[in-house]
């Protein structure tokens, strides 16, 4: 067990410092053959989420300093910078610095007007799932750390109605009784655990 998982427990940043550390590499492990490949988010290829993924770890650095963010385009990062692999491990290192600076949890987050706790749990929330997609759709192993799975629970039952309702969460998939934690979370967002790209 490394350091930033003994920090996790109950912990905004030490819990996203986990999850970046699993994002990071599957990202590093993307070639440039991979990405024109689907991806269980039926709306993105392995590059368009890569670009998804960027924006959110970027624009969520400002809400965490009660700033405004800015979703209304999406940078093209992956054709921008060679180096892109290697930016993705930086912003995300700047997106746990961000959420475990003093104060980012409390009052409302920005331009959102959301409990800062929510919009912190809504990052972690595609840090996860999206770094999950993006090793499906590409072969790649990922697991999610049990106590990021568990803060994420209440996470999703809080945002589904809503998520649902516009579109950012599919349909829930039918899991068994004995599934996996996580898989039952990937299933709550409208994945299929074990199914591949849509």
Known sequence: MNENE?????DMGGLL?????????????????????????????????????????VQFQKLAAKGDSDFTATPDEVA???RWRERFAEE??????????????????????????????MVLLDLTVHAWDLARATGQEYEAEPRVVEELAGTVAGL??????????????????????FARLLAATGRDPEGGPA
């Open 6 to 10: 003994n920090k996790s427990d109950g």
């Open 17 to 57: 410092a986990v999850a970046a550390e699993r994002a990071v590499p599957v990202v590093a492990g993307l070639g440039d053959d991979v990405l024109a490949r689907p991806t269980p988010c039926a709306d993105y290829d392995v590059k368009a989420l890569v670009n998804h993924l960027f924006q959110v770890i």
């Open 80 to 82: 921008a910078d060679p």
């Open 92 to 121: 995300a290192d700047a997106l746990v610095a961000a959420w475990s600076a003093p104060g980012a949890l409390e009052g409302t987050s920005g331009s959102m007007r959301m409990p800062a706790r929510t919009v912190a749990g």
């Open 160 to 181: 589904a109605p809503m998520a649902r309702k516009t579109g950012v969460f599919g349909p829930p998939v039918p899991v068994g009784d004995g599934a996996p934690a």
